[in-house]
Every structure is written in structure tokens, then in C-alpha cells.
């Protein structure tokens, strides 16, 4: 089928090397792709490619080949892109791929070579969550550069306050207390109640300036940038990473840095939740769709043993946590995210057992002000 | 509300004690007054460092409370100003919770106390009390001073140059070989010393007139400075 030359060419290469019929159907599957998919040559010869794709690019190759066949309009062959492939059990995988056509004797065939990028994008991603991990410490240390200005501000209230209460204890432990003075000194001590009230409300008007600045994301991009910070703590615990990401979906307008540690925390709290249930699933499922309303909605759902009833929506309070070594804010601070780009974040149980957290985010017409 | 400033250089002074109090916050500096008040003390009350040393009565039995963080003259640098006036007023520092090093700092150059914020409003009274209890010491000791200084100056300068050569220890024997008088005649300017000073011993004329010479001559030597 194949002269020695190109099979001698075929097994040398490190890349995977597929190459597909008119049908779509596999006709060529080298080494280095039967190692990479996990499909031997022989299980994948003679199938459709898209096994080889996740949702939602396996909705859309289809879509593209059949164009490709109606008016020659090229795609990707000849450009080339990075995207994500589908191994045999299920493990999505950053690739990049590139397309070439040759017309022979038995008509069109394409080939695909695929590199993978896993460790390249491991290391991108070590660097990102450096970063991600500085910028936290920043907002840290800022915010306790101003907790001392703050305490300044609110002690020196506080302290007329209480000296204005010891004095009119004073006054109305003589014989005679001044009434005049007594209601003068109550009033003062409102004031300065007011005054520390101002200074805190100045203060959340300054971190509402402070707000990080959003703008229209790819969902699933988000998703796909931290998928390896996802597999890292999953895999750790021998827990597999299923993605379900949906097409189509319309931009969402978020800050991705925000949207991002949201994601990490809803993953990682599934990975905690699993980590001592000993049930035969031990995958996490992340997913993205539409929403009826044309926002986004993302779920992420594990099969620990889910959340007690009786703790109801008290787990997005602050400081509520489950963890032994949990500070419990991880939901609260993701709920006040979510909530600041308008949209919501809620539990359910899943039917399968455990928890799945979802947010739904407005389409951006609606979220933009 | 502002002192009236006596030029008179008495200091017996048989007001009531005052308490000044400088803050730069309104609302805590009229809390502190109404607090002292209501305990019965007498305060002046003002928003400055500054505001105050211009309206400072010397001669006043007071001590001051004052915020050490202030903008403007800091608490530390109203203690320097008071210390190159020579103004030995009792001074309490309210410093907040990371001040301390200040206060400190504050304490070294010759402040008295210091309190710490939040306190209690009997500790502030406490230490009110006893900044002005000091203060009356001080003065009582400086008025007797005095008291000797004025009778000092009634002495002839003969019985002046006896009473320095007595007081520095040296023998009757001594001090009539240098001036060249009989022993005889020493002994008398000692006696009449003794008289005009209203003293009743030697030691006690070493002690107290010994303090006042020491006095004058270090404010001498500063005033040289």
C-alpha cells in the first residue's frame, strides 16, 4: 500500500502522522500517532477521525470538511493551528496540528501531523500559575498596606466614641447629671458612628474603583489555559479530567485572570472531594454550553460525596468550609466574581452521585454597563 | 479661653492645676475635655503643637497630653521645643498601636509618660494625676530655690565669696589665708551667712545652696551655648 520509503519515513517520525480518505475515514496511522491516541494502527484504520477529536471540534470538523468539499475553501490545510485531541481513554491533550492534501490515483487524501504540546504548554502554564500566584500575593500585600491606613482612620472615631461613653458614664454618676450635656455628648457619639461608617464605605468604593477590568473571553479558552493546572491536581489523586466544551458559544465579558481562579477552585474543590470517596467513578467532568437565555453556562461535577443538604447555600458564605484544612473561602470569593460579571453561581447534586457546581454568565450585552 | 500670661517671674501660683491637651482629631480632643471635666479637671484645649507653645503658661501648675502623630510639629518635635525652652512641663504621649518606637524615641528626650491607644479612661486619669503631682513637686522645689536665690542677693559680696568657698568644702583656715582676713573675721561672714540664708546647718546649706549654684551655673553655661 505504501512504498518502504514512506513507511520507513512513517515510523521514523517523532510527530503523529494520520492521514485520511474523502469519507474521512483513517487509511495511514504511524508509531508515534498509535502511542499518542492509544489506538493501535489495525483498531484505527478504516475509522472516522473524529474519534481522534473532543466536542466541540468534532461537531465542527464535519462542518469543515463537507465546506472544504463544496467550495475548495480551505480551512486549516496549508495554516496550520493548535488545538485539542481525544486519546482512546478519553484524556482531552493540547496539539498542533497541521494539514496537507495530496490528489492520487484513489482520490483526496488528507494528512494530518500532530505534535503533541503537552509538556510545552506544562511549562507555560507552571510560568502562568506563577503569575497567577504573584498577582494574589500583590492584591495581598496591597491590601494590607491599607488595612494599617484604614485602622487609623476607624480607631481615631472609635476612640472619641468610647472616651465620649466613659465621660457621660462619669456625668451620670454625679448627684445631679447635666441633661443637656448627656444628650449632646449621645449626639457626638453618633456622629463619630457615622464617621466610621463613612470611612468604611469610602473604602468599599475604593475597591469597587479598584475592579478589575473585564472584557469579552472565550470560555472554553479559559478552561483550556488552565486544563493543565486542572490535571495536575487530578491526576496527582488518580482522578481523570473529562471535557465537555460546547460550540458556539457566545463571548462572555469577565476578567480571564478572575474567571480563571474560579475555575481552579471549583476543580480543585471536586479533586478534595474525591480525594477519600472510594467510588468506582473517579473522573471530574468539566463543561461549557449555551444558556437558554445565550449566556454561558459552566458546570463543573465530581462523585464525592456531594454536599450535606442541611449546609444549603451556607457554603458560599465565607468562612464555612468542610476541609480540615480549609479556610473557607474559596466559593465565597468565587461567588462574588461570578456575581460581579452578573452572572451566578449555584450547587446541585448530581444524579450520579456527588456535587456539581454551576455558573451561568449573561450573554455581554446584558452584563456590559 | 487663651492663658493670660503673668510676666511675673513667681512662681507661687495658687491656681487650680491645668491640664493641656493637644489632638489634632476635634472629635477626640472634645471627648478627652469632656472626660477631664467631668472628673474635675481644668483643661486648655488645642488642635496644634504650635497653636499650644504660643499660648504655654509657664508659670501654670499643669502637665500636657498630646497625640504624638500629629501633622504639622510632631509630638517629638513639640517635646524638642520644650526642652530648648527650658519649659519643664510633665508631658503624656498618646501614641497609637505601632508608635511605640516613637514614644520611645519621645520618653529619651524627656517626655514622662506615655499611653497607649485604646486605654482605659481611669489609666489616662491615673497618669494625668501623677504628671501633675510631679509637676507640683517640681515647683515646689524650684520656688524654694528661689526663695534662697532672692536671699542670696542680700548678701554683701564679702559674705558672697565666703558663702561659694564654704559651700565647695574649703576650711575657715583656707579661705582667710586667700582673702587675707583673720579667721577671726571669716567666722563672722559665716555666722552672718548662716543668718541671712536661714540656715541651720552646714550641711544644709551645702545641700540646698550647693543645688543652686549648681543650677545656675549649668543654665549659665547653656545660656552661653
Wanted: net charge negative.
Amino acid at each position: 500500500m505504501v512504498s518502504a520509503e514512506l513507511r520507513a519515513l512513517l515510523d521514523a517520525a517523532v510527530d503523529a502522522i494520520v492521514m485520511v480518505d474523502e469519507q474521512e475515514r483513517i487509511t495511514t496511522f504511524n508509531p508515534a500517532a498509535e502511542r499518542l491516541f492509544g489506538y493501535s494502527a489495525e483498531s484505527a484504520i478504516g475509522r472516522d477521525v473524529a474519534m481522534l477529536m473532543p466536542e466541540p471540534y468534532r461537531s465542527e470538523h464535519h462542518g469543515y470538511v463537507s465546506r472544504y468539499m463544496q467550495t475548495g475553501e480551505p480551512h486549516i490545510i496549508g495554516i496550520g493551528r493548535e488545538t485539542l485531541a481525544l486519546r482512546a481513554d478519553g484524556q482531552t491533550f493540547p496539539i498542533a496540528l497541521s494539514v496537507g492534501e495530496a490528489r492520487g490515483p484513489n482520490g483526496r487524501r488528507f494528512v494530518a501531523i500532530i505534535r503533541d504540546l503537552t509538556a510545552l504548554r506544562a511549562a507555560e502554564q507552571s510560568a502562568h500559575a506563577v503569575e497567577l500566584r504573584l498577582s494574589q500575593v500583590g492584591r495581598f500585600n496591597l491590601m494590607g498596606e491599607m488595612a494599617a491606613g484604614i485602622a487609623h482612620e476607624i480607631n481615631q472615631p472609635l476612640g472619641a466614641i468610647a472616651t465620649y461613653a466613659q465621660a457621660a458614664k462619669r456625668i451620670l454618676e454625679r448627684e445631679h447629671p447635666e441633661m443637656q450635656t448627656l444628650i449632646d455628648v449621645c449626639k457626638k457619639i453618633d456622629e463619630q458612628a457615622l464617621r466610621a461608617g463613612r470611612v468604611l464605605e469610602n473604602l468599599r468604593k475604593f475597591i469597587r474603583k479598584q475592579e478589575i477590568r473585564t472584557e469579552p473571553i472565550d470560555l472554553n479558552k479559559v478552561i483550556v489555559d488552565v486544563l493543565n493546572l486542572i490535571e495536575a491536581d487530578a491526576h496527582a489523586e488518580g482522578i481523570r479530567v473529562v471535557l465537555r466544551l460546547g460550540s458556539e458559544l457566545s463571548a462572555v465579558r469577565a476578567n480571564a485572570v478572575q474567571l480563571q481562579q474560579v475555575v481552579l477552585n471549583l476543580t480543585r474543590n471536586a479533586v478534595d472531594a474525591m480525594r477519600d470517596s472510594s467510588g468506582k467513578e473517579r473522573d471530574i467532568e468539566v463543561a461549557t454550553e449555551r444558556t437558554a437565555m445565550g449566556g454561558v453556562r459552566i458546570s463543573v461535577a465530581d462523585h464525592g460525596p456531594g454536599v450535606l443538604r442541611q449546609l444549603g447555600d451556607n457554603i458560599f458564605h465565607p468562612f464555612v468550609t468542610t476541609k480540615r484544612e480549609g479556610l473557607g473561602v474559596g466559593l465565597a470569593i468565587s461567588r462574588t466574581i461570578v456575581q460581579s460579571y452578573g452572572g451566578s453561581l449555584a450547587y446541585q447534586d448530581n444524579p450520579g452521585g456527588g456535587a456539581i457546581f454551576v455558573v451561568e454568565l449573561p450573554p455581554p450585552e446584558e452584563s456590559s454597563q | 479661653m487663651s492663658p493670660t500670661k503673668t510676666p511675673s517671674v513667681t512662681r507661687a501660683d495658687h491656681r487650680d492645676p491645668i491640664v493641656y491637651l493637644v489632638d489634632d482629631d476635634e472629635a477626640i480632643r472634645d471627648s478627652l475635655g469632656l472626660l477631664l471635666r467631668s472628673v474635675g479637671l481644668d483643661c486648655e484645649i488645642y488642635a496644634s503643637a504650635l497653636e499650644f507653645l504660643g499660648a504655654y503658661d509657664p508659670n501654670r501648675h499643669s502637665c500636657l497630653v498630646a497625640d504624638i502623630r500629629m501633622p504639622g510639629l510632631s509630638g517629638l518635635e513639640l517635646q524638642q521645643r520644650l526642652n530648648e525652652q527650658h519649659a519643664e512641663v510633665p508631658v503624656i504621649f498618646i501614641t497609637g498601636h505601632g508608635d511605640v518606637p516613637m514614644a520611645v524615641n519621645a520618653m529619651k528626650s524627656g517626655a514622662s509618660d506615655f499611653i497607649q491607644k485604646p486605654f482605659r479612661d481611669q489609666d489616662l486619669i491615673d497618669r494625668i494625676h501623677k504628671a501633675l503631682a510631679s509637676d507640683r513637686e517640681r515647683r515646689a522645689s524650684r520656688a524654694q530655690e528661689d526663695a534662697i536665690r532672692e536671699r542670696i542677693s542680700t548678701l554683701t559680696p564679702r559674705e558672697t565669696e565666703v558663702m561659694r568657698r564654704v559651700v565647695r568644702g574649703q576650711a575657715n583656715k583656707v579661705i582667710a589665708f586667700d582673702l587675707g582676713v583673720s579667721q577671726r573675721t571669716v567666722e563672722l561672714h559665716r555666722a552672718r551667712v548662716m543668718r541671712k540664708l536661714k540656715m541651720r546647718s552646714l550641711a544644709e546649706l551645702v545641700s540646698t545652696v550647693g543645688k543652686v549654684l549648681g543650677r545656675d551655673e549649668a543654665s549659665g553655661i547653656a545660656a552661653a551655648q
